[in-house]
């Protein structure tokens, strides 16, 4: 070869490499630069990190969620001369306020587009957008009017109730006429003939004033008598409180034999809520005297008695969805025992900076101490942010040990949660998540003579899909000892045309969620088609109860995504004796179509049945929405309300799995299975656990399987209706006192709202 021809191919190749280089140049991530004080109290250290971190990540217009920042920006950039260009700035800018909750500001600017002399030179692709954009934009205004600003406890729960017709309906009636303009141009448009129907309910217009050929047949809103409606009482109890996406913790965190409530919304500027359950009625708000104030953000929480003190404590998680701009610590909030709590996340050794969503609390190594996997998320475009698993010492301090006990995966984790899958004693880990598999992590440490070590058991246990999933659960729903996984599926590309989809009854594009049944020997089977669960839902919040108390474990799924466009209902599914689960949404009136994120089921007033706390809201600033609150009167069925006290276990007894033993009417008997544990992967309810038994007789015989000690309790002739505390390694149980009481009547207030 020539010379010429090596300088020619050389230089070919330079500028091969050159070419590829920038291809593969990457966006410099955002970098954390907040001083922690080491001077200062730690509590107090901690609340400055967090107003320093919302003015470096949030007072930044460059972070896709300081939308109102980021509005303003664009508002003051001089308009293009080119048509494109400056169409393409007002949209931009227009979507911006939007995010920001400046509804009234986007319209005006979508008008501007309308009113240009060159609007007529567009596309019709990119005048459908725009319109589409103006109809979703005048529908947020009438919800912002009405459901917000003139909130009752019906607003927004699908089908529309007559006391939620809107009032002012100038704006909502706007939006109903450009879907039909919409629809008349593109008669497949799904999206927007869902949306009409919405529009329609909100101004009382439905079905009736909705053209047979779009209307949803009323038939999927069918009613059965033979189950009652949970009322939201949210307004009456003064838990209606506005936030963005959140989550909740649940349990009787003062010790006093009544269940509070913990509540967070995760922007920075957020408050976290503390409401004390007063016992006859009524909540208060103790964020400020529990020490809370300045504790702020956090879109996942979970909770736990970490030095069995006999006081749950909490943990709070920062950073998902943020990619580098996650770049924040998680807090770990110690109870005192004297209605306060105090940040000791850098002293515990907790203290990391990566985004994280899901944390899965257990005793992996069965010392008696709860341990922490806390699931963080690595995206193509991030830098590397690897899980972790922080064992606890004992003493008040952690160690993360991800690295040898392999858990340090590398993963874009949306979901985690503890499970022993194979029941031979060691919690498992159970991890859902975006763009990839989700994963089983088996616990070996029984195979490898107590020495704590997990290995990736996902093709194994035949775990796989759906590939863009969020929430997930472990429950056994069919009661035959096993526990099995729920993994829902949360495809935001998909989640509009899905949902409309379904109440047209067309087929869907995306993946339904999962439901993985324990085989009993390490496999799982894929049951979905069979399930009853085969509803598009795009899935964020998830936890699971007895609704009925008949003994078998209901779900209950909160959806949505970011985009205003989406509003799906809710999802309340009903377990059918262990064969599959029936929709009840609308039958319960929990297909709140605002964005559900952490639910908890809870008997919050001591009458037997569980009521539901859910945090309502989206990602945007101006996505935010009032939490709900639904109360439960379907108490005719028999329970029992067990409190487990670990010695050589950890104090709460999570992973201890329950045997309830049952005897009927007709001479039949039956086995309930439970395990201790908070529930989902987005909610934590209480370490307190209340079972359904049916129209149970009797009780024959009650089993505590204890994995740190290995023993396991039987007691028997339990009494039914009872709350109980069972000591490991006590031969007696303690049955203990509880005042029932009322919920004062349901009322609506106008702007009841804190």
Request: aromatic share 12%; with cysteine.
């Amino acid at each position: 070869m020539s010379n010429y021809k090596i300088f020619s191919l050389a230089i070919f190749l330079s500028l091969i490499f050159i070419s590829c280089s920038k291809k593969k140049e990457k966006k410099v991530p955002a970098q954390n630069t907040i001083e922690y004080s080491e001077s200062m109290d730690e509590h107090a250290a901690m609340v400055k990190y967090l107003a320093d971190a919302k003015a470096l990540y949030f007072d930044n217009p460059a972070n896709r969620y300081a939308s109102d920042l980021r509005a303003n920006s664009l508002n003051e950039k001089p308009l293009p001369k080119k048509s494109k260009e400056r169409f393409d700035l007002l949209f931009k800018t227009a979507y911006a306020y939007l995010e920001s909750g400046d509804t009234k500001k986007t319209i005006d600017i979508l008008d501007k587009i309308f009113s240009d002399p060159d609007y007529g030179s567009m596309s019709e692709k990119e005048k459908s957008k725009i319109v589409f954009m103006q109809a979703v934009s005048l529908l947020r205004y009438g919800e912002q009017l009405n459901c917000i600003s003139n909130h009752v406890a019906e607003s927004c729960i699908l089908p529309i109730a007559s006391a939620a017709f809107y009032t002012e309906k100038e704006a909502t009636q706007k939006s109903f006429d450009l879907f039909k303009e919409i629809i008349s141009k593109d008669k497949e448009n799904l999206d927007a003939m869902f949306l009409l129907n919405v529009a329609a309910m909100n101004l009382g217009m439905y079905p009736d004033g909705v053209p047979a050929e779009l209307r949803i047949d009323p038939a999927k809103f069918a009613e059965d008598p033979s189950i009652p409606k949970l009322n939201n009482i949210a307004i009456t109890l003064g838990l209606d409180m506005i936030t963005s996406s959140g989550g909740v913790c649940v349990d009787d965190f003062n010790n006093d034999g009544f269940l509070d409530i913990v509540a967070s919304s995760w922007f920075l500027t957020d408050q976290v809520r503390f409401f004390i359950n007063n016992g006859h009625g009524t909540f208060s708000d103790n964020t400020e005297i529990a020490n809370l104030t300045g504790i702020t953000g956090g879109l996942n929480m979970d909770h736990a008695d970490f030095n069995n003190d006999g006081f749950q404590d909490i943990l709070i998680l920062r950073g998902a969805w943020w990619n580098d701009y996650g770049k924040l610590p998680n807090s770990l909030l110690k109870n005192n025992g004297d209605g306060t709590f105090t940040d000791i996340t850098k002293s515990s050794g907790i203290w990391s900076l990566f985004p994280a969503h899901s944390s899965a609390i257990a005793d992996y190594n069965n010392d008696g101490w709860l341990d922490i996997f806390i699931g963080n998320e690595t995206r193509k475009d991030s830098e590397p942010y690897h899980s972790e698993l922080f064992i606890n010492n004992g003493d008040g301090t952690f160690q993360n040990k991800a690295t040898e006990t392999h858990t340090d995966i590398l993963a874009f984790v949306k979901g985690a949660i503890a499970t022993d899958i194979n029941n031979d004693g060691y919690m498992d880990i159970a991890i859902s998540g975006q763009g990839h598999e989700n994963m089983i992590l088996k616990n070996m440490s029984k195979e490898n003579d107590g020495k704590l070590i997990f290995e990736d058991a996902t093709k194994a246990t035949g775990i796989s899909g759906p590939i863009k999933s969020f929430p997930i659960l472990a429950m056994d729903f069919n009661n035959d000892g096993w526990e099995d996984i729920f993994i829902f599926t949360y495809d935001a590309g998909n989640c509009d045309y899905d949902n409309a989809a379904y109440f047209f009854d067309k087929p869907v594009r995306g993946e339904y969620s999962a439901v993985y049944k324990n085989n009993g020997d390490g496999t799982f089977e894929n049951i979905t088609s069979t399930s009853g669960m085969t509803v598009p839902m795009a899935a964020m919040g998830v936890n699971f109860g007895d609704l009925n108390n008949d003994g078998w474990l209901d779900v209950y799924v909160g959806t949505g995504t970011p985009n205003y466009s989406s509003l799906v209902p809710n999802k309340m599914f009903l377990n059918n004796q262990g064969v599959d689960f029936k929709d009840i949404t609308t039958q319960t009136g929990m297909g709140h179509l605002q964005k559900g994120h952490g639910i908890a089921f809870a008997d919050f007033d001591n009458d037997g049945d569980q009521d539901v706390f859910e945090d309502m809201g989206g990602g945007y600033m101006g996505d935010a929405f009032q939490s709900a609150f639904f109360e439960n009167t379907i108490n005719e069925n028999k329970w029992i309300t067990i409190d487990l006290v670990g010695n050589k276990s950890n104090r709460d007894g999570i992973g201890a799995r329950i045997l309830v033993k049952t005897v009927y009417p007709d001479g039949s008997s039956r086995d309930i299975y439970n395990t201790m544990s908070t529930g989902g992967s987005f909610g934590s309810g209480p370490l307190i656990k209340q079972i359904g038994l049916g129209n149970a007789s009797s009780i024959s015989e009650l089993q505590i399987y204890w994995p740190a000690s290995g023993i396991t309790q039987v007691f028997k002739d339990v009494t039914l209706n009872s709350k109980l505390q069972i000591e490991e390694g006590k031969d007696s149980i303690i049955y203990k006192s509880f005042i029932p009481f009322q919920f004062p009547k349901m009322t609506d207030h106008s702007m009841h709202n804190m």
